[in-house]
């Protein structure tokens, strides 16, 4: 059960203005009437990836503050590490004092790892192996965008967030430490089923060639001072709409559902082109759609628990209602996974 949610986003902010006056070119507000981003969050110099987790999880235990001497396991999604070695999610076990004896390790994926994570604890939930899990996003981007185009410092900002998964029969968390908190996931989501794919051939369509182990020790060079994200945008925009929607229906299908049957969909908030699209193709009303990207931008594995938060927090979630997240991008790689409030 997805018991409660929390976040964390920069104080640090890039407007679309800036954007203009750095680059010399473009209107503010066109851009954000072709991306749906008015501004994006910037980490603070000095600030990366486990400290932002860390401030997350933080968050979530001011939510839920019995739960933090009990976490069995800690996942940490993220595709901006602090180092190539170690994991980067043993850095946020010690920085919250969780404790020694849980495990504690990453998942190296992108726009569609918060779906894949879900399905995981869930496994893992579902077998016994854990109990009280940390799932954790967390990708610090501008570190990748700082020295790419206009396009990409476009979309792309940094945020964590923190999700507390427990087995079911432990009923709501909430029940122990005091009134609910709002947008804390009060009314607890189920994590139903979930369907994935996955396609390297597009790896290099959406990357940052110059890092790991092939890009420092291999051939690839570029003329730029750090490893910087490079995006083919036409092949992504293609990609997306040749395989997300489709992976949609097909899904929903093996479930016995329609679309009409699902309350909210909260897809990966790429930009609000690409997931309009994706919208009117599938034939979603705008009211079962989530949109929450114009003050936090692209913030990769990040974007989907964001969006949800803010859903529970407005109250678009109530009980009885499924709900469907829908990640895709970097890898190529896609996946949903259902939600269940049935209460």
């Known amino acids: 059960m997805l018991a409660a949610l929390a976040s964390y986003l920069p104080e640090g902010r890039l407007t679309n203005a800036e954007l ?22 910037i980490a603070a110099d000095g600030e990366f990836t486990s400290d932002m987790a860390a401030r997350a999880a933080e968050a979530l235990f001011a939510q839920r503050p019995s739960y933090r001497e009990l976490i069995d396991t800690l996942i940490l999604v993220t595709v901006t590490p602090d180092f190539a070695m170690p994991a980067t999610a043993p850095l ?12 504690a390790y990453d998942i190296s994926l992108g726009c569609s790892g918060y779906p894949y ?34 396009d990409i410092q476009t979309l792309f900002g940094d945020a964590a967030t923190a999700s507390l998964i427990v087995a079911s029969d432990l009923g709501d968390p909430g029940e122990h430490d005091g009134p609910d908190v709002p947008g804390g996931g009060a009314l607890g989501g189920v994590i139903g089923e979930g369907r994935f794919g996955s396609d390297g051939s597009g790896a290099d369509r959406l990357w940052v060639p110059t890092s790991g182990t092939r890009g420092f ?49 909260v897809f990966h908030q790429a930009n609000r082109f690409m997931i309009e ?18 003050k936090v931008g692209n913030t990769v594995s990040s974007t989907i628990p964001l969006a949800l938060e803010q859903a529970l927090a407005d109250g678009a979630v109530k009980a009885g209602q499924r709900v469907l997240l829908v990640g895709f991008g970097v890898g190529y790689s896609w996946g949903s996974v259902l939600l269940d409030y049935s209460g």
Do not use: W
């Open 217 to 265: 020790a291999g051939q690839l060079t570029r003329e730029v001072p750090s490893p910087t994200l490079e995006m083919n945008g036409i092949d992504v925009f293609a990609f997306t709409l040749r395989v997300v929607g489709k992976h949609v229906q097909q899904f929903l299908e093996s479930q016995g559902l329609a679309v009409d049957d699902i309350d909210l969909f």
């Open 117 to 150: 994570a879900l399905h995981q604890v869930a496994a893992l939930i579902e077998s016994g192996r854990a109990r009280k899990v940390l799932l954790i996003t967390a990708d610090r981007m501008t570190v990748y965008t700082s020295h790419a185009g206009q």
């Open 92 to 103: 946020v076990q010690h920085a919250l004092g969780l404790g020694k004896d849980i495990a």
């Open 277 to 294: 699209h994706l919208r009117r193709r599938l034939k979603i009303d705008e009211e079962r759609f989530a949109v929450h990207i114009a």
């Open 20 to 41: 203009v006056d750095r680059f010399g070119q473009g209107d503010a507000a066109q851009i954000s009437e072709d991306t749906g981003i008015d501004s994006r969050c």
